[in-house]
T-cell receptor, first 115, second 111 residues
């Protein structure tokens, strides 16, 4: 099992453009969470997908949207890119089973640079 | 408001010395606390969580609800402990809950 995979690894866009980032969860996981990590900061929660629906959302504008597919993989879309969207975008997958908080496994991230 | 504070951005200690990485939190209710670690060129990974009460790689962390702290400790630091450490919290609930991270502490162990 390769664990959580993300693509692409790096991306350069210009202001106003749109970007799509992709994530494949760890085998057996059905829940995907997305985080934004700005330089020198800790990861910040964007949203979480389960059963193809957004289940939780952090304090991010509507420019940030997502999707989950039947195979549990997920996409993060960002419209009308701003310079401040430059960051490392992390995907984390987990299982929905169990009585307690399931461990989230992180991918290597996609580094987005907006010029 | 949910917040995690790691007051030290950088921490440097000598090999064999004790290590303590500080973490304070604010949360309405009973959170679950975690320590995540990121070694050089590796992905973010869970080190330990308070609910499991485990010692991982010699590290321990005790949840102090009175002081709202969850400091990470190790009695004898090793060079391979050099990494970026993040304290995080989430609400209690079934399945994965959103994680709120601190800014992180970069730990350097000097030979």
């Amino acid at each position: 099992d390769a664990g959580v995979t993300q693509s692409p690894t790096h991306l350069i866009k210009t202001r106003g453009q749109q970007v799509t980032l992709r994530c494949s969860p760890k085998s057996g996981h059905d829940t995907v969470s997305w985080y934004q990590q700005a330089l020198g900061q800790g990861p910040q929660f964007i949203f979480q997908y389960y059963e193809e629906e957004e289940r939780q959302r952090g304090n991010f504008p509507d420019r940030f949207s997502g999707h989950q597919f039947p195979n549990y993989s997920s996409e993060l879309n960002v419209n009308a890119l701003l310079l401040g969207d430059s960051a490392l975008y992390l995907c984390a997958s987990s299982s929905s089973g169990g009585a307690y908080q399931e461990t989230q496994y992180f991918g290597p991230g996609t580094r987005l640079l907006v010029l | 408001a949910q917040r995690v504070t790691q007051p030290e951005k950088l921490l440097s200690v000598f090999k064999g010395a004790p290590v303590e990485l500080k973490c304070n939190y604010s949360y309405s209710g009973s959170p679950e606390l975690f320590w995540y670690v990121q070694y050089s060129r590796q992905r973010l990974q869970l080190l330990l969580r308070h609910i499991s009460r485990e010692s991982i790689k010699g590290f321990t962390a005790d949840l102090n609800k009175g002081e709202t702290s969850f400091h990470l400790k190790k009695p004898f630091a090793q060079e391979e402990d050099s990494a970026m450490y993040y304290c995080a919290l989430s609400g209690l609930g079934q399945g994965a809950q959103k994680l709120v991270f601190g800014q992180g502490t970069r730990l350097t162990i000097n030979p």
